[in-house]
């Protein structure tokens, strides 16, 4: 068996410049930082193998003393399960090392079992029952859960690292149960702010229901949720999209790759009528979605039927695909236009062009001429903002003669009575 030992040394001086440990078999790419490299290979399953015993015991020993290491990837593979798993159970060394060690902040673990007596779940019960742990970080990549045992360990973990801001659960199969307990933990995370589960297998509505409520919670602090290719259909972009009514922290959703069609378009265009915080729902490359459940979110983002429902309409969101050029014209106009910094200029530009025809003071006539004044000055105040060209300045000139012409014919009797009051 081949060893790093320049790392191990590294790691059992304490070197400052350690800060990144990767446990693997050594077959895969070069990442910055000390990598101790062929740790599991597999032509060394038998107990009496003292030198790896001993190696990977100084190995926890050192993980344990360390107060400059902040990261820590441990990879496994399936083939080599029966392997990871022997050499954990009869390193308690290496384990304890990991419960002792207070300075790793970002855990990984790649092509891990998670099932009872499993590598993964050796690793995340020595985590769960660690002194001060401090993880900010934790991700998981082709990982199994298994029948049973899998959320067991899992959600007690994230329960205790109250501190965690990153959470990725990518490409396991984790199976509904699963799911819904690991979802139900992530309410109790009050600095959770970017999670994904993206590639994770996620069949039936259950697992989203349970995102729902976590998104609908009012402690929660999710600013990005991944969800690409994980079998979202309509039914699931339905649920997902209600909830965004109520949440308005979350800034980024990732939809990309899924069975998403018009109906689940339809009613995200529906829930950007009620959200003000999200500016990114990635949507693409999801087949089902043709023109027209595009044109229903271009009309969530500028709705004409109305200068009040102009100025009610979404002026937040900014992106809905990595690749625009498919999108119709208008959805990437009003985008672009949601983009702009100043955003009390937002709904003013969308008025003004959506309504440069005709702007219709029917909608104010309610509260009487009192209101005329302020339309004017409105209109005064969009001239200004929008920096307007020479012929735009024309048009804002006219729409005022229009808009107080519209207030004379239709209430006629108002204004004889107001000017003979002040004469």
């Known amino acids: 068996m081949r060893w790093d030992e320049t790392a191990l040394h ?9 800060t990144e440990l990767r446990i693997s078999r050594g077959f895969d790419f070069p990442v910055p930082g000390y990598e101790v490299g062929n740790y599991f290979p597999t032509d060394c399953d038998d107990d009496d193998d003292d030198d790896a015993n001993n190696n990977f015991a100084r190995l926890g020993t050192a993980i344990g003393n360390s107060t400059h290491l902040t990261t820590m990837d441990f990879r496994g593979h399936f083939r080599n399960e029966d392997v990871l798993s022997d050499l954990l159970a009869r390193n308690e060394d290496f384990l304890e090392g990991i419960k002792r060690n207070t300075s790793i902040v970002d855990l990984k673990l790649d092509w891990c079992h998670l099932s009872e007596s499993a590598s ?4 995340l019960k020595a985590v769960r029952e660690s002194n001060g742990y401090q993880l900010t970080k934790f991700s998981m990549h082709q990982c199994r859960f298994g029948d049973e045992g899998g959320h067991d360990v899992l959600t007690p973990v994230l329960a205790r690292c109250s501190n965690l801001e990153d959470v990725s659960i990518n490409s396991c199969t984790i199976g509904n149960d699963n799911l819904q307990n690991i979802i139900t933990a992530f309410g109790g995370l009050p600095h959770l702010e970017r999670l ?8 039936g509505t259950a697992g989203f229901q349970a ?3 976590l998104l609908r919670d009012p402690n929660c602090n999710l600013h990005t949720l991944c969800l690409v290719n994980t079998g979202i259909d309509d039914a699931s972009a339905t649920i997902l ?4 009514s109520d949440n308005h922290q979350l800034k980024t959703l990732n939809l990309n790759a899924n069975n998403i069609g018009n109906g689940g378009a339809a ?9 003000s915080s999200l500016k990114e ?3 693409g490359v999801n087949r089902g979605i043709t023109n027209s459940g595009w044109v229903d979110i271009a009309v969530a983002l500028c709705d004409p039927s109305s200068i009040n429902a102009t100025y009610s309409s979404n002026h937040t969101l900014q992106r809905v695909a990595n690749d625009a050029s498919d999108l119709p014209t208008c959805l990437n106009t009003y985008l672009a236009t949601n983009s702009h910094n100043v955003k009390r200029q937002i709904p003013m530009q969308k008025i003004v062009v959506q309504h440069q025809d005709h702007l219709d003071m029917e909608p104010t006539f309610e509260w009487g001429l009192k209101i005329l004044p302020l339309v004017v000055a409105w ?3 969009v001239q200004v903002v929008l920096d307007l060209t020479e012929d735009g300045v024309k048009l804002m000139s006219l729409h005022k003669l229009n808009a107080i012409n519209q207030f004379i014919r239709a209430m006629p009797a108002d204004l004889e009575r107001d000017v003979i009051c002040e004469s």
Do not use: K, Y
Not at 120 to 123: D, V, Y
Not at 241 to 244: E, I, K, R
């Open 281 to 283: 729902l990635f949507l």
């Open 379 to 381: 209109l005064d105040r």
């Open 241 to 244: 999209a209600d909830a965004l």
């Open 267 to 275: 009613a995200f265009a529906m829930a950007l009528g009620n959200n």
């Open 196 to 203: 994904s589960f993206g590639g994770s297998n996620m069949n």
């Open 211 to 213: 995102l729902a409520g």
């Open 10 to 18: 590294a790691i059992e001086a304490d070197d400052p410049t350690l």
């Open 120 to 123: 993964g779940h050796a690793i």
